[in-house]
């Protein structure tokens, strides 16, 4: 079965530092790979995906995530952090069963931007 | 584009009672809906995928006579937590996936307590 790690639940950075919160995937074909931001009582908004073909993924909001297969890794990046990027950040990887395909979620890195 | 809502957004009700929560896909026909559970500060867990037209797939430990799915039509999907007790009071979310392409759509989640 798949699954998905998030070594860091909080992370505190300073706005305007740079950012990389960590995701390790489990799964025995090529995945298809998320990352998601919920603001606190909100549902869900996709950053970037990876499906295929450049392992670089740029996304919306300046973040960036690169897909490493000998890693099994697909980490989040930013160059420099706003306020407003303060919110929980999950990590899923996607798999196409029988029934639909289905998204496996990483516990969270909850993300706290200092002022 | 790709829209989906959530009704109501925050519900209270009372123990041994029953309540409906709507999913909407607002500007495309949503073939597949998921119905997520979120636990405070945690991760998200799925429940169960809905095809529309037929009967929904429940992830095991979901109990199907407690938590009715309905996917009646390809904009709207309805969840029915049926006599409610404390212990289903969660955050859940509903995510919608178009008949082509594998991205799911995030709605905005609905806060349940069971008092």
């Known amino acids: 079965a798949q699954s998905v790690t998030q070594p860091d639940i909080h992370i505190t950075v300073s706005e305007g530092a740079s950012l990389e919160l960590r995701c390790n995937y489990s799964y025995g074909a090529t995945p298809y790979l998320f990352w998601y931001v919920q603001s606190p009582g909100q549902g869900l908004q996709l950053l970037l995906k990876?499906?295929?073909?450049?392992?670089l993924v740029q996304g919306i909001k300046g973040f960036e995530a690169e897909f490493k297969r000998s890693q099994s890794s697909f980490n989040l990046r930013k160059p420099s952090v706003h306020w407003s990027d303060a919110a929980e950040y999950f990590c899923a990887v996607g798999t196409v069963t029988g029934g639909g395909n289905k998204l496996t979620f990483g516990t969270g890195t909850q993300l706290k931007v200092e002022l | 584009g790709a829209v989906v809502s959530q009704h109501p957004s925050r519900v209270i009700c009372k123990s041994g009672t029953s309540v409906k929560i709507e999913c909407r896909s607002l500007?495309?026909?949503?073939?597949?809906m998921f119905w997520y559970r979120q636990f405070p500060k945690k991760s998200l867990m799925l429940m169960a995928t809905s095809n529309e037209g037929s009967k929904a797939t429940y992830e095991q430990g979901v109990e199907k006579d407690k938590f009715l799915i309905n996917h009646a039509s390809l904009t709207l999907s309805t969840l029915t937590v049926t006599s409610a007790h404390p212990e289903d009071s969660s955050f859940y979310i509903c995510s919608a996936r178009a008949e082509v392409g594998y991205e799911q759509y995030f709605g905005p989640g609905t806060r349940l307590t069971v008092t």
């Open positions: 500007d495309f026909q949503a073939t597949t």
């Open positions: 990876y499906f295929s073909g450049d392992t």
